[in-house]
């Protein structure tokens, strides 16, 4: 079984910086997930549907949603089985409860999410 905990997240001002971590189980299911998945980070804001907003490859590739292009790198140390999301000149638009999962994503691997409010 494979769980993802998200944390990092909080209170940040507007302008700030954040780095998100998502922690995947370091069984052989979390491992194997690692070794053979594209990873993203997903997040949903109140009233929205929850949307992708970066992906990594295994090669090391990304992709970034065209709202966080070049505020917000992603990356992945596959062997401690981390992802991470750091988040720069962060906006009002960027509160939302944020999540990382497969890409696409798996349902059973969604967890609590880690909630970040952007406000001054």
């Known amino acids: 079984q494979v769980q993802l905990v998200e944390s990092g997240g909080g209170l940040v001002h507007p302008g700030g910086s954040q780095r998100l971590s998502c922690a995947a189980s370091r069984n052989i299911f979390g491992i194997t997930v690692f070794s053979i998945k594209d990873l993203g980070w997903y997040r949903q804001a109140p009233g929205n549907q929850r949307e992708l907003v970066a992906a990594i490859s295994l090669d090391g590739s990304t992709n970034y949603t065209d709202h966080v292009k070049g505020r917000f790198t992603i990356s992945r140390d596959n062997a401690k089985t981390m992802v991470y999301l750091q988040r720069n000149n962060l906006k009002p638009d960027d509160t939302a409860v944020y999540y990382c999962?497969?890409?696409?994503?798996?349902?059973?691997?969604w967890g609590q999410g880690t909630q970040v409010t952007v406000s001054s």
């Open positions: 999962n497969t890409v696409p994503a798996t349902y059973l691997y």
